[in-house]
């Protein structure tokens, strides 16, 4: 029997070829419409923990030019965010470069404490309700990709940048995009980013199911998945190459819930998919925050350009035959 492998071959290499070439933060795969980070002022009960948000970017090392990290609607205020009584929020964004940006243990942690703003501060902003950044960009850098941490197993430099409430209690939803230009987004081929704890806003739509894509790092035996204030919306699935769909424990409002996975021989080196499928009724502005740690109780990444691609269940894989 003959079966139309090759081009499903060819589908599935123009698939991450596209992938590997775009760098929105959140990235297109994952289907989030925007990072979500609260005024330190706000209920954790609106959908934030610890209203702190890091990401990393990797610079690979082929790459010498000038960059940029541009931030999509970074004011609290305007048509996007989410108002608590009047807009009084302030938020800080910070860019780090330097050594210890992401050797230092602390920032892989999942809450703002002890000296997760390692590195060398390269750049630094606070907004407020500002209409002129309303629903439109504000730039940082240009950068040179010998200020961030040259890490071996990245083969690449580390950046990392921080968003903070530092005052008020509104919620500020935001996006970034790494870019070549100043003034556009134009991506870095081979550059990815990432992080160890994920706080977004959900779609207001109940057809949308968003994404995020943990890679499960060799020795990996075993995980732990966290996810706080999921307001028992719908459910959120693990699927994976060995994985058809498994359901994990969700959260109420305002409480985290954990549930542990047994990591199957084949998902070692592969990521999961995590699917954030809603509910019906509509269950409308929730936020939520989900990060994953391993038997050894190390956070994992979360990789916005999952690496070895959007996974697959196997079985789930139909081989047309041709006559
Ligand atoms: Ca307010
Ligand atoms: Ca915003
Ligand atoms: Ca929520």
Redesign the pocket.
């Known amino acids: 029997m003959r079966f139309m492998v090759k081009q499903l071959y060819i589908f599935i290499l123009l698939v991450v070829g596209t992938l590997a070439y775009a760098q929105p933060v959140p990235n297109v795969e994952e289907n989030i419409p925007y990072l979500m980070t609260f005024g330190h002022m706000a209920e954790t009960s ?2 934030d923990d610890d209203f702190s948000q890091a990401f990393f970017f990797l610079i690979p090392e082929e790459y010498d030019q000038p960059f940029f990290i541009r931030v999509f609607d970074p004011d609290t205020g305007g048509a996007i965010d989410e108002l608590a009584g009047e807009f009084n929020t302030r938020q800080v964004y910070e860019v780090y470069g330097g050594e210890s940006v992401w050797t230092e243990v602390d920032a892989r942690e999942t809450s703002p404490v002890g000296n997760y703003k390692s590195g060398t501060l390269l750049a630094s902003r606070a907004f407020a309700e500002n209409p002129r950044y309303d629903n439109s960009w504000y730039t940082f850098g240009p950068f040179n990709p010998a200020q961030g941490e040259y890490v071996e197993m990245f083969k690449g430099r580390i950046f990392k940048i921080i968003c903070e409430g530092v005052a008020g209690d509104d919620g500020n939803m935001y996006r970034y995009y790494l870019s070549t230009n100043a003034d556009a987004n134009r991506p870095i081929e081979g550059a990815n980013a990432f992080a160890y704890e994920y706080s977004f806003r959900m779609h207001n739509n109940y057809d949308e199911v968003s994404h995020i894509y943990p890679y499960v790092e060799d020795g990996t035996i075993s995980v732990k998945i966290s996810n706080f ?3 028992t ?1 719908g459910n959120i699935v693990v699927i994976s190459v060995a994985r058809q769909g498994r359901e994990v424990k969700v959260s109420g ?1 305002d409480e985290w819930a954990d549930d542990e996975l047994r990591v199957l021989d084949e998902e070692v080196g592969t990521s999961f998919d995590f699917r954030f499928v809603k509910a019906r009724p509509l269950v409308k502005n ?3 925050v989900v990060n994953v740690r391993n038997q050894r109780g190390e956070t994992m990444p979360f990789y916005t350009i999952p690496i070895g691609g959007v996974p697959k269940y196997k079985g789930e894989v139909e081989f047309v035959p041709i006559d």
């Open positions: 609106w959908g204030d999921w307001d919306d409002e929730n936020n939520v």
